[in-house]
Structures are given as C-alpha cells and as structure tokens.
C-alpha cells in the first residue's frame, strides 16, 4: 500500500460491494450464479495517461505517472475488454 491511498481491500469494497448495496443490485461480490462481472488488474503497474480510446481525449491526468492497470474486463462471463500490457 503507498502512503495516503486506500489499502486494496478498501479499494475494492468502495468499488464494488458499497455501490452495489446502496442502489440495491445483487451484484459486488462473487458467489455461484452469479453474474461474473470480474476486472483483472495489477495495483503496482505504473503506467502514463494518454492513447485514449474515446473521442474526447481530454484529462488532467494527461502525460502522468498512475499506479494500476486493468489487463482484462469480463461482463456476465464475456471478455469485453483484454488490452492491458502482460
């Protein structure tokens, strides 16, 4: 964990089951049955903001260093996105 930021237990909670339970969607979890809504990412990846795949390429975040990097999305058991670097 780097100083000042959510630990990735909080992180993910605030992402996913938080959001979940206050608009009432059984989802935020994994369990059997369930929709298989999952994000594969690396925490500790730094990468720089820019090569925007929308439109708008406008951000603040434009030319910086970040820390974490989705590689893959999965929606109701699909891949729906997998271009993160290995």
């Known amino acids: 964990m780097r100083r000042g930021h959510l630990s990735i237990n909080d992180?993910?909670?605030k992402m996913t089951a938080n959001p979940a339970?206050?608009?009432g969607f059984e989802a935020g979890g994994i369990r059997r049955d369930g929709p298989?809504?999952?994000v594969i990412f690396n925490p500790d990846e730094?990468?720089?903001v820019g090569n925007f795949a929308s439109k708008a390429?406008?951000?603040p975040f434009v030319g910086?260093?970040?820390y974490g990097r989705v590689h893959t999305t999965i929606c109701r058991g699909e891949i729906?996105?997998?271009g993160g670097a290995p």
């Open 46 to 48: 730094c990468w720089e």
């Open 36 to 38: 298989a809504d999952l």
């Open 64 to 66: 910086q260093k970040l």
């Open 80 to 82: 729906v996105y997998s």
């Open 57 to 59: 390429c406008n951000s």
């Open 21 to 23: 339970r206050l608009y």
């Open 11 to 13: 992180l993910i909670g």
